[in-house]
């Protein structure tokens, strides 16, 4: 069993950066796809980014392209999300999770999560 532990987020003004991680323990994620989601209050958790276990494939949901990038060192056994030029509408607390297989934008087809770690944006 893998236990994900999501750590980077905090209170950061419009405009700025964050970057998130997501380290794995208990298993090797290196043959893993790994995913990105967020939820906000009152809204369903959704789709971010994903990225596959070699790192060659990266899916990213529209409202954050071109401003959010994944990447994965396995030799860390850890998945990252830059996120860059933030919006109050990026307010959510923000999840990564696993899946033994593709990469995909489908919340339902990962098996392993992490607690969250609560991003907020201010205007």
């Known amino acids: 069993q893998v236990q994900l532990v999501e750590s980077g987020g905090g209170l950061v003004q419009a405009g700025g950066s964050l970057r998130l991680s997501c380290a794995a323990s208990?298993?090797?994620?290196?043959?893993?796809?790994m995913g990105w989601f967020r939820q906000a209050p009152g809204k369903e958790r959704e789709f971010v980014s994903a990225?596959?276990?070699?790192?060659?494939?990266?899916y990213i949901a529209d409202s954050v392209k071109g401003r959010f990038t994944i990447s994965r060192d396995n030799t860390k056994n850890t998945v990252y999300l830059q996120m860059n030029s933030l919006k109050p509408e990026d307010t959510a607390v923000y999840y990564c999770?696993?899946?033994?297989?593709?990469?995909?934008?489908?919340?339902?087809?990962?098996?392993?999560w992490g607690q969250g770690t609560q991003v907020t944006v201010s205007s």
């Open positions: 208990g298993r090797t994620i290196s043959t893993y796809a």
């Open positions: 990225i596959s276990w070699s790192g060659g494939i990266t």
């Open positions: 999770a696993t899946r033994n297989g593709s990469p995909s934008t489908n919340k339902v087809l990962y098996d392993g």
